[in-house]
Structures are given as structure tokens and as C-alpha cells.
């Protein structure tokens, strides 16, 4: 019995064999385009995150991001990166987070008297060269001794070279140092207003957490210059040729003593001046009497008599002109030095 069939002989092979077809046709036609996506992914993150790779293999235009960083917020920055790539429909972290200690830090930045030192590790090379940049230009006094390493984990929350640039405070004495996303700085500055002020510049500019140890510690003034202080505005005055001082020169003389009461374990030299009206023996004597007279004046008031040490320079040392009336008269003038 003969059975009649819709299809002529042969006729299936002729509709079977494209449909086996298509897929590896569309298979390579596709995988082109998909090599594409994944290199301009690939080329978008090399610039800030070269620690990322795309796996994409079979995967069309979703795409899967490895490797390994030190934060969440690199993550984060890195799927947004390749996410925003033409032709990707999606981007899935399959890396792994591995956090920094603190014996392992991002950077640490420190300026000594005539150098700043940058020591630690970034992301990229191009990172390296922006922070090295950016610490040339803001401390072009100074050698930048470079000490960087490339350590694909450490990707900052913040571009280093941004905070570097932003902070106008940074002084010597000063270390900032970041592991993970918090930031540390630590060392002396002189006041607190200084220490916010640094303080508020980073915080502009640093995503992270901030730790301010910070000390503040005013500068400290000499006994010296404490004393010269208050011998700039006022002076002691003694009669006319004479070694004895002026009572409306009294309260200055008490004030030296307070100051002097401030530097317990410091010896003074007080050393008398004069101006060059006269003979040189004659001004040499002079000097020292007056020298003593302050001297003995302020062990009256109770302070030891081995701090103090009198001395005559006559009209040796001038600080004016002694042709005019002014210059003679502040040449005449006492002054204190500190000897130990």
C-alpha cells in the first residue's frame, strides 16, 4: 500500500539542515560582537581599575567582573564603570574582597623638614604618577622621595593625588595614611584652628572615614625672646650719666622678673649699652654699672643671684645712628640674653 506524503523526497534535508545550522551560524556571528563589548569593557576599567578582569565568555552582553580590591566602594565604581559601556545589558561581581590591615596600607604621605616621603601602594601606575605629581606640585620646596609600589588590590575611595591637591594645611610634622577607606592623620601642629582647617579640606574631597590624631601643641617662645618682648615697647631708664634707675622704670623691672620666674632653670646675661657721647673707658663702666644695677634690682625681688651675670659693651654694639638724638638714645639701652 502506497502511502502520499506532503513532502517531495529529499525535501526534508533540504529544511532540516539550515535549521541544525543556525545556531552556529548565529554563534559566530555573534561571538565577535561579544569579544567587542567585553574588550571595550576591559580598556574602560584599565584606566582607574586595573585590578578588574570581564569574564564573558558564552555569557553575551552579561557580563561577569573578577579579581580582587580591598573595599566596596571600588566594586561599586568598577560595575559602574563597565555598566556604562555601549552594549552591555548587565554586570555581576564574582570577585572577592579582601579588606587592607593596618600593617598593609594604601599610602601614607609624611612631611619632614625638607623632604616629603610617599611610602605604601596603589591601584595603577597612572595613580602613582598623579599622587607623585600632585605632592611635586604642592610642596615645590621640598624632595618628593617616591617609595610607591603597584599593588593591583588597592584602589582608593578617593584619588590620592585629589587629596593631596586639596589640603593646604598639610605642614611638616604631619603624616596622613589610608587602609581601606578611612583615613588617619596624625602628628603636632601649632594651633586648633590649624587642625580643623585640614581637617574640613579633606573631608571636601575624601569619601571615606576620617581619623584626626592630630596633637595640637603651641609653639613654644624662649625665655629670651619673652624677655625682649617686653623690652621692645618700653625701656630702663637711669639718671643722667648715671647708673641708677628711674622709679618710672620700677613696674618694667618687676615685669622682667615674672618673665624671668617663668624660665626657672634659665641664666640670663645682662648686658648694658651705651652710646659713643663720651671716652670709651668712661662708656665701658658706665655699662656695666648699669648692667649690675638691673642685676641687683631683681635679686631684690627675689630672684638667685647666680641666674644673672652683668656685662658692660660700651658703645660697641650700636643698633642706630649715633650722629642723630634718636640713634644715640636707643643705643643706650639694656639688654637680656640666655647663656644656658
Avoid at 78 to 101: C, D, K, M, Y
Avoid at 247 to 267: H, R, T, W
Wanted: with cysteine; charged share 20%; proline share 4%.
Amino acid at each position: 500500500m502506497k502511502h502520499n506524503s506532503p513532502f517531495y523526497p529529499g525535501l526534508w534535508q533540504l529544511l532540516v539542515f539550515p535549521s541544525l545550522m543556525l545556531p552556529l551560524v548565529l554563534f559566530f556571528q555573534w561571538h565577535p560582537i561579544e569579544q567587542k563589548i567585553a574588550d571595550s569593557v576591559q580598556t574602560a576599567l584599565n584606566e582607574e581599575h586595573s585590578w578588574a578582569t570581564i569574564e564573558s565568555f558564552n555569557r553575551g552582553r552579561d557580563l561577569l567582573l573578577l579579581g580582587e580590591t580591598s573595599n566596596e566602594h571600588s566594586v561599586n565604581d568598577a560595575l559602574s564603570t563597565a555598566g556604562n559601556v555601549q552594549g552591555v545589558r548587565s554586570v555581576e561581581f564574582g570577585g572577592s574582597i579582601v579588606p587592607l590591615t593596618p600593617s598593609d596600607p594604601e599610602l601614607t604621605i609624611e612631611l619632614l623638614a625638607d623632604e616629603v616621603i610617599l611610602l605604601g601602594s596603589l591601584g595603577s601606575q597612572q595613580q602613582i604618577d598623579d599622587t607623585v605629581t600632585a605632592a611635586t606640585q604642592k610642596f615645590a620646596d621640598l624632595e618628593v622621595v617616591n617609595r610607591l609600589s603597584l599593588d593591583v588590590r588597592h584602589e582608593p575611595v578617593t584619588p590620592w593625588s585629589r587629596i593631596i591637591s586639596s589640603s593646604d594645611n598639610l605642614g611638616q610634622g604631619i603624616s596622613m595614611s589610608v587602609v581601606g577607606d578611612a583615613l588617619t592623620l596624625k602628628g603636632e601642629i601649632a594651633s586648633l584652628q590649624q587642625s580643623e582647617l585640614l581637617e574640613t579640606q579633606i573631608r571636601a574631597t575624601f569619601a571615606g572615614t576620617l581619623v584626626n590624631q592630630i596633637v595640637v601643641v603651641p609653639p613654644k617662645i624662649s625665655c629670651e625672646s619673652l624677655i625682649n618682648e617686653t623690652l621692645a615697647n618700653s625701656r630702663i631708664n637711669f639718671d643722667i650719666a648715671k647708673s641708677s634707675i628711674r622709679s618710672d622704670s620700677d613696674a618694667l623691672i618687676e615685669k622682667l622678673a615674672k618673665v624671668a620666674n617663668q624660665c626657672p632653670s634659665k641664666n640670663f646675661e645682662v648686658i648694658g649699652h651705651t652710646d659713643n657721647s663720651g671716652s670709651l673707658e668712661k662708656n665701658m663702666s658706665l655699662s656695666k654699672l648699669r648692667a649690675q644695677a638691673v642685676v641687683d634690682r631683681l635679686i631684690g625681688l627675689g630672684l638667685a643671684i647666680d641666674r644673672f651675670t652683668a656685662k658692660g659693651q660700651g658703645p660697641n654694639f650700636p643698633i642706630a645712628d649715633n650722629d642723630t638724638t634718636a640713634g644715640r638714645t636707643a643705643n643706650r639701652r639694656i639688654e637680656f640674653k640666655v647663656i644656658n
